[in-house]
């Protein structure tokens, strides 16, 4: 909370975007048959390609350490999101590839993400959704570039 103008801060209002979104991503998703999905299998399956990624592309595209992926990629192993299949490239390295459980939950989660946006647009417009995002986009980047 900001003490001089008592309004929330940058991150409560980031912080609290995030939950309420994951709340009604995760809460849509057990309705439509993936109930054991949490948000930190999120951080994998969001940047999943269906042809498969190393752990380390993972940890890269989702800014996560290496270490935490291989963690939640276990996991989804055994809830059967995913499979470690031989990269063809390199037989020595393994690529994570969604099963067609992890297909139909990706498939879903993009949908549900599409229809949150949508209904944002709605109450928002198109202009002052655009620019909401494209500034959120750009104070993202000016955050991750904080240490230089």
């Given amino acids: ?3 001089t103008t008592g309004e929330p801060d940058l991150g409560m209002l980031i912080g609290q975007l995030g939950r309420a979104l994951q709340e009604e991503l995760f809460s849509r998703l057990a309705e439509q048959g993936h109930p054991q999905v949490r948000p930190r299998h999120g951080t994998v399956l969001a940047v999943l390609p269906a042809s498969g990624a190393r752990a380390t592309e993972l940890a890269q ?3 996560q350490h290496k270490q935490i992926v291989g963690v939640i ?3 989804l192993e055994r809830l059967g999101y995913v499979r470690r299949e031989a990269d063809p490239a390199d037989r020595r390295a393994k690529l994570v590839v969604p099963t067609e459980t992890g297909l139909d939950e ?3 989660a993009r949908a549900i993400l599409a229809q949150i946006e949508r209904r944002h647009r709605r109450q928002l417009g198109d202009d002052d959704y655009r620019t909401f995002k ?3 986009e ?3 980047r000016s955050q991750r570039a904080w240490q230089g």
């Fill in 1 to 3: 909370m900001d003490a």
């Fill in 138 to 140: 750009r104070i993202a």
């Fill in 106 to 108: 990706i498939d879903k």
């Fill in 73 to 75: 990629v276990d996991e």
């Fill in 134 to 136: 494209a500034t959120l």
């Fill in 61 to 63: 595209r989702s800014g």
